[in-house]
Structure formats: structure tokens, C-alpha cells
């Protein structure tokens, strides 16, 4: 996950892409990533309030300013010329990233990152033409996918991440997310990521604080996924606890979810794909505990070695 513009970075240790100087350093890295004969998506994002990191320091835009539930931080509202320079950079670190050689680009809408923050009525109170009903919250959104595709061009897939709700009062909801995936299709979007992780104390964790050592608390987002699933024709990813590869196949096959997305458990096994391509079809060793996040880079507490 990259930053889109030069003043706006939501945590420490993240990367940018925000001018052409980046395109140099990101091609060499595509280049060895396809040697392996395997493709790689960009995910862009603007965090917004959700952080804590030289928060004094910059400028943190906003829908409103309503202060982060979480952190604490209340952002300046975005005027309208925020909102056009926000579309462009998007629009404008797409291309960035096709050049770098990506196979796409992903922007970030979930997890209340600003993107989020404007599709939510808690966070977004604005009485223009982005704010109050769904299609106004989500304008900018779909602004944003018709900027990028002025600039990719129809060829280069453009995704988006959303959440499927936001599990607060005044939250974005179940039906608002179908709305927004289903004009998402007909504005040209090549895939949908749906995930439910908003970083709320009131986010619905009745299983994900569980643990996933049962099978039917695995892949905890699918009943969702695979609702819009049924209404949409542009492919659905699922994302989320996915960890057994029978439960997988078995999703596939009884639903229309095409794709699925794993992060933590290629941390724990970096060669967890081609273990299952070779016919090991055990669950993934990732224990779900959620310690992997690290300034110093995320990675495994059970691969770590000391760090002075």
C-alpha cells in the first residue's frame, strides 16, 4: 500500500508514489516480480484521520471535521479543491504505477481510510453535492475511477477495496456498499475486494476475536462477499481469515467469489502457495494473532531474529 500525494503519510516506513521520481525504482522491482511469471497490483491510498503518525506536522484532510472515533484526530474539511486535487493524484499515481510496470492499480476505500471516511454518514457531513445520500457520499469515488481510466486507459485494471459495513451507528451499511459496487460495475471497475475492518472498537469481532481455529470461523467475510457476489458480474475478491484451501475450493464452487486475498499467512509462510500447488493441503500456519505489524516492516513473530 502506497501514499498518493508528497504530505500525506498515514504510518511510518510507508511508500510513496506521489512524482515520476519513484517509476525508476518501482520498474526494477515489477521486473523481478515477473520473472516468477506471476502479476502484481498496486493498492494506492490516502489515509486520512485514521493515524497518529506527525499528525502536528500536516495538513489531514477530512469528508468533515469529525473527530477519529479511535485516534482522536479531527481533520480539516476538504473543500472542493481538496477533492479535485485528491481525484488527480490518484488518477495521476495510476499511471505512475503503470509505468512502474504494475499490472494494475487498487485504490484503498475500506478500513476507514478517508476514502471510507466519505462513504460513512458518521464521518461525512456535508451538505454538497459529496455528501448526505449514498450517491453523493460516494461521488468521489466514482469520480476517481473515471479519472484513472482518463489516464490508464480501459486496458490497464483499475480494483477497489470496500468494506461491506462499517459496524457503527451511522455507519456506511450493507445495502450502501451493494449500491456503490454495483455503479462501480457499470462505471467500468475490473474487480471488487470486499473486507469489513474499520479499526473500531465497535467493529464487529464476534469472530474474528475467536481466533480461527475452527474452519467455520475462517473466511469470516464470505457470506457478504458472496451476496454481492450474486449481483454483480465483475469478479469479487474475498479477503479476510482466509486460511484453508479446502474451505477455499469449497467457497469457489458454491459461490460466485473468483478470487481470494492473503496477507498475514504469506508473512508466517512465504512459500504457502506453492505448498499447496504441491498437493499440501494443510492450513496455513498463520495463527491470526496480529502481532506481524512492525515499524520496522511487518513481518512473522515466529520468523523474527533479534533486532538491535
Not at 116 to 139: M, V
Request: proline share 3%.
Amino acid at each position: 500500500m502506497l501514499f498518493v500525494t508528497v504530505d500525506e503519510q498515514p504510518n511510518p516506513g510507508m511508500m510513496g508514489i506521489y512524482n515520476d521520481s519513484f517509476i525508476e525504482e518501482y520498474k526494477e522491482f515489477t521486473d523481478k516480480i515477473h520473472k516468477f511469471d506471476t502479476n502484481i497490483i498496486l493498492q494506492i491510498v490516502y489515509g486520512g484521520s485514521q493515524t497518529n503518525f506527525n499528525v502536528g506536522e500536516r495538513i489531514i484532510l477530512g469528508p468533515s471535521a469529525v473527530a477519529h472515533r479511535i485516534y482522536g484526530v479531527t481533520p480539516k474539511e476538504a473543500t472542493k479543491e481538496d477533492i479535485r486535487g485528491l481525484i488527480e493524484s490518484f488518477a495521476d499515481d495510476s499511471l505512475r504505477a503503470k509505468k512502474s510496470g504494475f499490472d494494475g492499480v487498487q485504490f484503498h476505500a475500506a478500513h476507514g481510510y478517508i476514502y471510507s471516511q466519505f462513504l460513512s454518514p458518521y464521518y461525512n457531513k456535508r451538505t454538497d453535492e459529496y455528501g448526505e445520500n449514498i450517491e453523493n457520499r460516494a461521488r468521489i469515488i466514482f469520480e476517481t475511477l473515471a479519472a484513472v481510466r482518463r489516464k490508464v486507459g480501459r486496458d490497464f485494471p483499475v480494483l477497489i477495496k470496500i468494506n461491506y459495513s462499517d459496524f457503527i451507528e451511522d455507519g456506511f451499511s450493507f445495502e450502501d456498499c451493494k449500491y456503490v459496487c454495483k455503479r462501480l460495475e457499470e462505471l467500468g471497475i475490473d474487480a471488487i475486494e470486499i473486507s469489513g475492518v474499520v479499526g473500531d472498537k465497535t467493529e464487529d469481532r464476534t469472530v474474528r476475536e475467536k481466533g480461527l481455529k475452527y474452519l467455520e470461523n475462517e473466511s469470516y467475510f464470505r457470506k457478504y462477499a458472496a451476496e454481492i457476489a450474486e449481483e454483480l458480474n465483475v469478479p469479487v475478491i474475498l479477503v479476510g481469515g482466509n486460511r484453508s484451501l479446502n474451505l477455499m475450493d469449497e467457497i469457489v464452487n458454491n459461490t460466485k467469489i473468483q478470487y481470494f486475498s492473503l496477507s498475514r499467512p504469506l508473512l508466517r509462510e512465504p512459500g504457502l502457495i506453492n505448498r499447496w500447488g504441491g498437493g499440501d493441503n494443510s492450513k496455513a500456519k498463520c495463527v491470526s494473532c496480529g502481532k506481524c505489524g512492525d515499524v520496522q516492516g511487518n513481518s512473522c513473530i515466529f520468523n523474527r531474529t533479534s533486532r538491535k
